[in-house]
Every structure is written in C-alpha cells, then in structure tokens.
C-alpha cells in the first residue's frame, strides 16, 4: 500500500510520501536527537563550581564559556548551515551535526584550559547550527503539510526533555564520576 500523495506546491509535480512506520521511526529518533543536543548543552549549567576549581577560571571566563561561545557560534552559523542544508543531504547534514557536538561535548571533558573548553562549547554551537535547520527541512520533506506543525512540536518536546535530563543526569554523573567522566559519558548518545 502507497502512502498518500501530496503535491510539493507546484502543480507539475507530486511527491510520494514515505510509510507510516518509516516516518514515526524518524519521528522517534529526532526526538532523541532532539533531546541529545540540548541536554548536552545544558548540562554545564550543574558542573560550573567542578569546572572552575579544577581549570582555575574565573566568573567570566566560565560565563563565555557556558553561554556566550555557544550562543554565538550558533547565531553565525545557522544561517550559512541552513542555506547548506537547502542545497545537500538533509540526512547527511544531522549526521554531521550530531557527530560534531558529541566531540564538542567530549573535547570539553578532556579540556585542560580555558581556550579548549572555549573551542569545545562553540562547537557544540556549531553542531546545533547544522542540526536545527537540516532536521527542520527534513521533516517538511517527510510530513505533509497538515501534520508539519504537529510533528515539529513532537521534535521541539525533546528539547524540552533534554532541558531536564542534562543538568538532571549531569548533576548525578558529576556526582558520581566527576565532571570530566560526565561530559565523556554525555558524548556517547550524540
């Protein structure tokens, strides 16, 4: 059974649109991404004391490095991303983007000074600049229109969820390991 036609918004052409069970599997994985990429960006916010003793920072240089460097990366890069995400492989482009934050995340838990910290928090910038647009035409090209709304809310839920789950399970993994081993083990999912 062919799922559904819906037209692309030119007359001339219809896109079939893949099965059910492919498109809530998908749905499912970019709410784990989704989660991913911002519990591993918030998580810092419980290892700040942990990071500045064992690096020696100072306030400022743990808020650029907390906020700032990944507020920033991601503000340049969204666009340039998005625009690259219009023209190459969406699928290809979120790989990258988890891939790119899931090393972010890991060269700051092997960072022994600020300037590596500093590079290892604009990447993860970086990797959420690649990720939010290309995941966002991804699910444009997969959902028709009447179900996009919907489906981006599902995806945005994930973000709420790993708004709770980073500094929750960062908090723990701190605890019990240290802050280095957390950021390691908060690699993996990416």
Known sequence: ???????????????????????????????????SVISERYM?????GP????????????GLAKD????????IAVVPLARLADRWSKRKMVALAAGVWSAAVLLCGL???FGLLMVGRASIGLGEGAFT?????????LFPMKQRATVLALVLLGTSLGTFLGPAMGGWMTEEFGWRKAMMLASIPG
Do not use: C
């Open 68 to 75: 700032l460097a990944v507020a920033i990366v991601y503000v």
């Open 44 to 48: 810092m916010a419980v290892m700040v």
């Open 1 to 35: 059974m062919h799922a559904p036609l819906e037209t692309s918004g030119r007359a001339d052409r219809q896109i079939e649109m893949p099965s059910l069970a492919y498109r809530s599997w998908f749905l499912f994985i970019m709410i784990l991404v989704s989660a």
């Open 111 to 113: 960072a022994r000074n």
């Open 133 to 141: 647009p290309a995941s966002q035409s991804w699910i444009a090209d």
């Open 51 to 62: 990071i500045k003793a064992d690096l020696g920072l100072s306030d400022t240089q743990i």
